[in-house]
């Protein structure tokens, strides 16, 4: 159990439907990634998270959005859903303080399946 | 930027035999270089860093990993492979020198360890 906690574990909806994925990252984490893995693309990193603000985005698409709030907790949006969007995503975090490394724990991630 | 390459999509090996899952790496500066393995349905799961120091590190379940500077690769190894061992494999670099950078990890090698 790496301590990330993710929800929900499965999803099914529709074209054009909205979404939210939660992540609780483990305690004393400061740093929350979100990433997608699909058959198609591998592992995708999609946006960085740090006490509260964006800090970097990668392959995230307008329609997808993420705030981290002040416990720590974050959420991803995906909005206009569409085929293609289907994927597992996972929550990351990391203490990313000091002397840290940066390795990253993960979740068990959200499998998202639009129909 | 930042990529890693997995040359190879499948990896099979007889059960008692060595493994090898070979990893090359692009990046400006000196690198923080990670494993992770994914089970069917599960998260990744750390396995081994190299950081700076012994080019051969040690890792979670009897894996270890030598980091190549001149040929930028970092190979996963294991003496004796086992069929529990079969799973998904992803090398993972971010730049280091303090920034905290996000992973970028390679599109991963499926391990298959036969009896």
């Known amino acids: 159990d790496s301590g990330v906690t993710q929800t929900p574990k499965h999803l099914i909806t529709a074209t054009g439907q909205r979404v939210t994925l939660r992540c609780s990252p483990r305690s004393g984490d400061l740093s929350v990634y979100w990433y997608q893995q699909s058959l198609d693309q591998g592992l995708q990193f999609l946006i960085h998270?740090?006490?509260?603000?964006?800090?970097a985005k990668g392959n995230i698409l307008e329609r997808f959005s993420a705030q981290q709030f002040p416990d720590l907790h974050s959420e991803l949006n995906l909005s206009s859903l569409e085929l293609g969007d289907s994927a597992l995503y996972f929550c990351?975090?990391?203490?990313?303080?000091?002397?840290?490394?940066?390795?990253?724990?993960f979740g068990e991630g959200s499998r998202l399946t639009v129909l | 930027a930042q990529s890693v390459a997995q040359p190879e999509d499948q990896v099979n090996v007889a059960e008692g035999n060595p493994l090898t899952v070979k990893c090359t790496y692009s990046v400006s500066g000196n690198p923080y270089l990670f494993w992770y393995v994914q089970y069917p349905n599960r998260g990744l799961q750390f396995l081994l860093k190299?950081?700076?120091?012994?080019?051969l590190v040690k890792g979670s379940y009897g894996f270890e990993a030598e980091f190549n500077k001149s040929q930028t690769s970092f190979h996963l190894k294991k003496p004796s492979a086992l069929v529990s061992d079969s799973a998904l494999y992803f090398c993972a670099v971010r730049k280091g020198g303090g920034s905290q950078g996000n992973l970028i990890f390679g599109k991963g090698t499926k391990l298959s360890v036969k009896p």
């Open positions: 190299y950081i700076t120091g012994d080019n």
């Open positions: 990351a975090s990391s203490v990313q303080r000091g002397a840290s490394t940066g390795e990253l724990f």
């Open positions: 998270y740090y006490n509260g603000e964006e800090r």
